[in-house]
């Protein structure tokens, strides 16, 4: 088992930043990708942003220039630094990694519960 833990969620003025952190533990022989996902209300689960074992990053447009990814290959740890943030950043940010649990066994997606980040404009 695998599990994702977030923290760093909450509320923020327009302009502002926030950083959200996410802890995989459990059975974890390797995390080829960690991300972080958002889903606003009335719409579909979004990418924000990814980052392989070898630190080569994606980033959705609309938040490139602002949000900066970050993991932590020893510790198994993503980070989500997130500036100049907008009203529209608004939503439940989830947790996201790609983990074999074992040499040879493939990998599979797991997520974590989810953190609220509100901007307030």
């Known amino acids: 088992q695998v599990q994702l833990v977030e923290s760093g969620g909450g509320l923020v003025q327009a302009g502002g930043s926030l950083r959200l952190s996410c802890a995989a533990s459990?059975?974890?022989?390797?995390?080829?990708?960690m991300g972080w996902y958002r889903q606003a209300p009335g719409k579909p689960r979004e990418l924000v942003a990814s980052?392989?074992?070898?630190?080569?990053?994606n980033y959705a447009d609309s938040v490139k220039g602002r949000f900066t990814i970050s993991r932590d290959n020893a510790k198994n740890t993503v980070s989500l630094q997130m500036n100049s943030l907008k009203s529209e950043d608004t939503a439940v940010y989830y947790c996201?990694?790609?983990?074999?649990?074992?040499?040879?066994?493939?990998?599979?997606?797991?997520w974590g519960q989810g953190t609220q980040v509100t901007v307030s404009s």
């Open positions: 996201n990694a790609l983990v074999a649990t074992a040499r040879w066994v493939p990998t599979r997606e797991y």
């Open positions: 459990g059975s974890i022989f390797s995390i080829t990708v």
């Open positions: 980052i392989t074992s070898g630190h080569m990053t």
